[in-house]
């Protein structure tokens, strides 16, 4: 499985990425806003979109469909229940769906609800994994739950999926927001060595060389992954006044959601 990640440059700050199967060519467009730019690099590698996948219905990740289907003819792959939402939509996507590109590659739909209702991650299984995350894992934080989403649903999301899944995962998500999450990181754990040094590594880097975390590494550095640590649990309580001494890890999550809205 080839995987390219092509940085936006753009305000809202996207990354786009392609699958491509190394036999055939074929490529897999994911969320592709700047599609010309996805065009410019498939054509650069000798690759052929077949397939756009949207991981969910906000403009930032399926407002580029109509471009590249009209100069690909590549088919819209997207959640079933936002297909109507999307419009042009060939293939309503479900839990457990596998998604085949060219002849090699094969990736698994999960179906994630959170930062919206109707929000499909890929997973690429094998000895190096990889998530494709779309808005709700993003490098150190998590999606927010602004555009019809339910906090209670991200929590089961990471809980249920994401955190089990193998720790040498490596994560892409819908977004590069790596250093604004770290500072959200460290003003919950001040003492946290590994965002400290992920930070230093983040600040003023160029995105499109970001690094690719691993879900081992989101453990260490990601707060949504991090809800029974007594500093996080500390800082929230300045927050919260009234959170008990010993949340659990749902109300901590939902309470950190809420925290990083304003924050
Ligand atoms: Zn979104
Ligand atoms: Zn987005």
């Not at 592709?32 to 690099?41: G, I, K, N, S």
């Not at 959200?184 to 600040?203: I, S, V, W």
């Not at 009234?242 to 109300?251: S, Y």
Request: glycine fraction near 10%; charge should be negative.
């Amino acid at each position: 499985m080839l995987i390219e990640r092509i940085w936006a440059a753009n305000a809202y700050r996207n990354f786009h990425y392609l699958i491509a199967c190394p036999e055939t060519g074929e490529a897999l467009a994911i969320d592709p806003l700047e599609w010309r730019l996805c065009q410019d690099v498939a054509r650069a590698r000798g690759w052929n979109i077949t397939q756009i996948l949207n991981t969910h219905e906000h403009h930032d990740h399926i407002g580029g469909n109509e471009g590249l289907v009209g100069a690909t003819h590549a088919k819209v792959l997207a959640h079933a229940g936002a297909a109507s939402r999307i419009g042009g939509v060939d293939r309503g996507l479900g839990k457990g769906d596998v998604i085949r590109v060219g002849r090699t590659v094969e990736l698994e739909c999960l179906d994630t609800p959170g930062h919206t209702m109707t929000h499909i991650c890929l997973l690429g299984h094998g000895d190096a994994p990889a998530l494709f995350c779309g808005d709700t894992l993003f490098n150190a934080g998590a999606g927010n739950c602004s555009g019809g989403g339910q906090p209670e649903a991200l929590y089961n999301t990471f809980a249920t999926q994401l955190a089990r899944l193998p720790d040498q995962t490596r994560v892409f998500p819908g977004h590069e927001y790596l250093a604004r999450n770290l500072e959200f990181t460290l003003d919950r754990e001040p003492g946290n060595a590994d965002a400290q040094a992920l930070l230093a590594k983040a600040r003023g880097a160029d995105p499109a060389a970001a690094v690719v975390t691993t879900l081992a590494e989101e453990k260490r550095v990601n707060t949504f992954f991090r809800l029974q640590s007594p500093a996080v649990i500390a800082r929230l309580r300045e927050a919260f006044p009234d959170l008990e001494e010993r949340p659990d890890e749902r109300t901590v999550f939902i309470k950190l959601r809420e925290l990083r809205n304003r924050w």
